[in-house]
Nanobody, 120 residues
Framework: QVQLVESGGGLVQAGESLRLSCAAS????????MAWYRQVPGDQRERVAV???????NYADSVKGRFTISRDNAKNTSYLQMNSLKPEDTSVYYC??????????????WGQGTQVTVSS
């Protein structure tokens, strides 16, 4: 079993920055994909950013140039640096990982979610 602990959410004003962290622990052989999603009540969950085990990244068009995803493999942790925040970035942000086992299986896990609120 794998646990994900998110931190870093909060209330900021438009134009400010926040950094989210997601630390994975438990039965981890390897971590493949790490990503961040967000969801507003009543809407579908949207993938914001993803980073592969090799460091390749991809972003939603709405956050390109403002958000940066990174990972520290030694700490099994991903980060989402969010700059120039806008009120429309207000959402619950979820960490997502795909963990590989020694036998070649992959399992996906979600964090509990952290609220990000951007005031205008």
């Amino acid at each position: 079993q794998v646990q994900l602990v998110e931190s870093g959410g909060g209330l900021v004003q438009a134009g400010e920055s926040l950094r989210l962290s997601c630390a994975a622990s438990g039965s981890i052989f390897s971590i493949n994909t790490m990503a961040w999603y967000r969801q507003v009540p009543g809407d579908q969950r949207e993938r914001v950013a993803v980073i592969s085990s090799g460091g390749m990244t991809n972003y939603a068009d709405s956050v390109k140039g403002r958000f940066t995803i990174s990972r520290d493999n030694a700490k099994n942790t991903s980060y989402l640096q969010m700059n120039s925040l806008k009120p429309e970035d207000t959402s619950v942000y979820y960490c997502y990982v795909i963990v590989g086992t020694a036998t070649g299986y992959n399992f996906q896990y979600w964090g509990q979610g952290t609220q990000v609120t951007v005031s205008s």
